[in-house]
């Protein structure tokens, strides 16, 4: 006979011995399996700012150690010692199948001993509230409000939720406190009202969009919430950690249930590629652009772009709304990077760890960036492009983990932040081309910005390109290849450096309409496969005078949003283009 031990010792270390000592008397000659998940070390009380990141790893750890475990050895008994984050908890639980034969274990609230059950001192009474009694087709949110340990505040959490909120559910024990549920039999009696809260939201709500989770519960309760989750059958599950700021009591953490698109699985082949661009990069990184920041040294001080070039009249770049920005002299970040060569695996793409100086890049950005860019030297040069730009947003932009969490609920601003990046990284660019690329031809000024703009659409690209067509997009994002797509239309029709500084100088005001719309925690979309009108509609302010019209080809704009095909989206602007500069 054997057993299974799961140890999750996110706040603190779990001894195996501990762990053993803790199951039941019967288990105690057999030989049990132990195994470790633990996606990060987080002391207790820490702010957490990469959910998406402790997500990918412990789902991993998951698949890598507790599955091929579970798969060999079915029906074994498996006893669950957890002290980690709730929604760490609640989504580990989701991985493990609910007809498991789990036990999660107790730990004393004054001792801090694992127990298989406590000394039962009370009949356990639960109260729910909210429930529906009639069937609502709106595929709006409900908030579960699950007191256990405390009682949840249910005006604070339907804040957290908002504008999407359709119903309020409380799912409370009538005498909450730390150590109210003692055996595994009151496990199994919460388990069963989390079904049939669940199965009544389900049939009452046939189109209900998401279910957000606000639970203050003891260790082994949130991991019974877990393990009562369905994928196939529950609704997205927004998950949260409490927090003891006034302002932000709760933050989103894990979402479960999350549709997602199969992953990719890659080759050995591309896993080496993807290496040795991270090898590639870091030496650029390290020795290339601190050599180019200190040969900016020598030139003489002023504004950022003064230090790149004596070639070009930066005077439309000389106002208030360019000229505050830092010269890479002055970046803090750069001269100190590096790009972490283990960490293959990131979420959104890429991370960055302020503190270590730490660069951290997914495979998946590598080949995609390689598939669409092709060259070797292109690929670096993105690359260069890519960090000169993101640095300016930690650097400068004062965009760290904290701001950044949920910025993308502010369009406006990380519009004119990403842009002001944007004409950063190219124009230090340019100066980088002309002293270190043997290629760079002053006479072909057009053709490299030209060139070098594409590069870094292609980049951006490369975040969406899953090998298949996209079929909605955030309109946020859609905005950034427009206004990079017009503005290579306009740097096309230039005929001076000055004409192209100008050019760069002026952001454009440019949109799409016609497609339908859809919100998405806090965000909003576009339909790439609907449209919420007969046609679609191009607008553009520019020259002090506001252009709206249908352009002919249209349809084509769309296609190439769908199909990531700039030439299809460049086609329809420049039909625009000569509607506003006739």
Request: aromatic share 12%; net charge negative; hydrophobic share 40%.
């Amino acid at each position: 006979m054997t057993y299974i031990i799961i140890k999750h010792p996110v706040h603190s270390e779990i001894s195996d011995q501990e762990c053993i000592k803790a199951v039941p008397s019967e288990y105690k000659d057999a030989e049990p399996i132990i195994i470790e998940i633990r996606p990060a070390a987080i002391a207790l009380g820490d702010t957490i700012d990469d959910w998406d990141q402790l997500e990918i790893i412990q789902r991993k750890q998951y698949s890598d150690k507790v599955k091929p475990v579970i798969d060999q050895n079915p029906g074994t008994p498996i006893f669950y010692f957890g002290f980690a984050p709730i929604p760490l908890i609640i989504h580990l639980g989701s991985l493990i199948d609910n007809w498991q034969q789990v036990y999660p274990m107790f730990r004393t609230h004054d001792t801090k001993e694992w127990r298989y059950e406590l000394e039962h001192k009370m009949q356990v009474e639960y109260q729910v509230s909210g429930l529906p009694n009639d069937e609502n087709l709106s595929n709006k949110d409900v908030s579960l409000n699950i007191g256990v340990s405390f009682k949840v505040n249910a005006d604070a959490t339907s804040d957290v939720v908002g504008e999407s909120l359709m119903k309020v559910v409380n799912l409370e024990v009538v005498k909450p406190g730390y150590e109210n549920l003692y055996d595994q039999n009151d496990l199994i009696e919460f388990g069963k009202q989390i079904d049939e809260v669940f199965n009544i939201l389900i049939s009452k709500f046939p189109h209900l969009s998401a279910v957000h989770i606000f639970a203050s519960v003891p260790i082994p309760v949130a991991f019974v919430l877990g393990l009562k989750i369905q994928p196939n059958i529950y609704p997205i599950l927004y998950t949260y950690q409490f927090k003891s700021s006034v302002e932000t009591p709760c933050q989103l953490a894990i979402i479960i249930n999350q549709p997602t698109e199969e992953k990719v699985v890659f080759t050995g082949e591309q896993y080496e590629l993807a290496a040795k661009y991270r090898a590639s990069w870091n030496d650029m990184l390290t020795q290339k652009l601190n050599r180019f920041i200190k040969n900016l040294n020598d030139k003489p001080k002023g504004n950022w772009f003064n230090y790149l070039s004596t070639d070009v009249d930066w005077s439309s770049f000389n106002v208030p709304y360019w000229r505050h920005l830092e010269p890479l002299t002055e970046n803090k970040l750069l001269v100190r990077d590096k790009i972490n060569q283990e960490n293959i695996t990131v979420a959104n793409g890429f991370d960055y760890d302020q503190a270590a100086y730490e660069w951290s890049i997914d495979t998946s950005f590598f080949i995609a960036l390689v598939k669409r860019l092709k060259d070797e030297a292109v690929v670096n040069k993105a690359g260069r492009l890519f960090l000169l730009h993101e640095s300016l947003h930690y650097s400068y932009h004062n965009i760290n983990k904290q701001v950044a969490d949920g910025i993308g609920s502010f369009p406006k601003v990380i519009e004119e932040s990403d842009y002001h990046a944007d004409v950063y990284a190219l124009l230090n660019d340019y100066a980088w081309s002309k002293l270190y690329d043997d290629k760079f031809d002053e006479q072909k000024y057009k053709t490299w910005f030209l060139d070098t703009i594409q590069v870094m659409v292609e980049t951006m690209w490369s975040f969406d390109d899953t090998g298949e067509d996209l079929k909605e997009i955030q309109i946020r994002r859609m905005n950034r290849f427009l206004i990079w797509y017009w503005q290579s239309i306009r740097i096309k029709y230039t005929n001076s450096l000055k004409e192209i500084a100008d050019v760069l100088s002026e952001k454009p005001v440019i949109e799409f309409s016609g497609l339908l719309i859809k919100a998405s925690n806090q965000r909003v979309f576009y339909n790439l496969e609907k449209m919420a009108g007969s046609v679609g509609e191009m607008a553009v302010y520019a020259n002090g005078k506001v252009t709206r019209t249908t352009p002919p080809n249209y349809t084509r704009l769309i296609e190439g949003f769908r199909k990531l095909d700039g030439t299809l989206i460049s086609d329809a602007l420049e039909m625009l283009y000569k509607v506003v500069y006739k």
